[in-house]
């Protein structure tokens, strides 16, 4: 068993996608695996705008997007719920679920299976299950 961080997880929503967009703009970050990452000019900024405008997207959201995970980065030792609590506080939107989740199982079973597996179901298995 690797390190045990706490998380939080939400699953994608039109509420989330234009919420991630007016507070915090687009991701400076990006994964090969998509797990967070705007590959296509049109998002997340032309997706939450449409969304926001009531418009249809250039492309379905949960194309895009599966979920979001926020946790604690840099080795920091935080305990679950005060990570819930300010994520909540942040987004205005309280999380799916949260707990501890071991990212390295979770990057085993990604790498053993790349494109093939959820890393949003095997969070929301280790915080729910």
Known sequence: ????VASC?????PELIVTLDE?????TDAYVNGSQVWLRDDGPGGVALALAMGVPPAAAPE????GLEAFAAYGDELEPAPLG?????SLGIAPRAVGLVDHERIGDAWERNPGEVSIVALLLEQLEG
């Open 9 to 13: 997880v939400w699953d994608a929503t």
């Open 23 to 27: 507070r915090f703009g687009e991701s």
């Open 1 to 4: 068993m690797g390190r045990l």
């Open 63 to 66: 194309s895009l997007w599966e």
């Open 85 to 89: 609590q300010a994520a909540a506080a």
